[in-house]
């Protein structure tokens, strides 16, 4: 019996340890590059980093308790966004951007000028 609760307690213990030591922390990052690469001009302004932060690390103690289920369900997420279809304005930005990028690139190797 005393061993089944070590087993119990050492599993809690390493659920908890890499919640806390690499989800959580990642969730943050995630958060913070998100947030900077949304909003880059309040990026610029020490307090909404400061709080962006504070709200990050709170939802990170959920995604810490609750990691596996985020992993699944950000892996189902990525899943379901690949295979759904583009909407037509995407369509057009990927179109408009791969359209610039074969223009440059027959620029940068003198093809068309």
């Known amino acids: ?10 599993f809690l213990a390493s659920y908890f340890w890499i919640g806390w030591r690499y ?8 958060e913070m590059t998100r947030q900077i690469r949304e909003y880059p001009r309040l990026a610029a302004e020490a ?3 400061a709080g962006w932060r504070k709200t990050a690390s709170a939802e990170a103690w959920g ?16 899943k379901l966004a690949i295979r759904a279809p583009l909407t037509d ?6 179109a408009d951007a791969q359209a610039a990028r074969i223009a440059d690139l027959e620029r940068q190797l003198g093809i068309r000028k």
Do not use: H, N, S
Request: a positive charge; one cysteine or more.
């Open 47 to 49: 307090d909404y980093v």
């Open 89 to 94: 304005f995407e369509a057009k930005q990927k």
């Open 63 to 78: 995604v810490a308790v609750i990691w596996p289920l985020c992993l699944l369900a950000w892996l189902f997420t990525g």
């Open 1 to 10: 019996m005393i061993a089944l609760v070590i087993i119990i307690l050492a």
């Open 23 to 30: 989800v959580g922390p990642r969730y943050v990052l995630r």
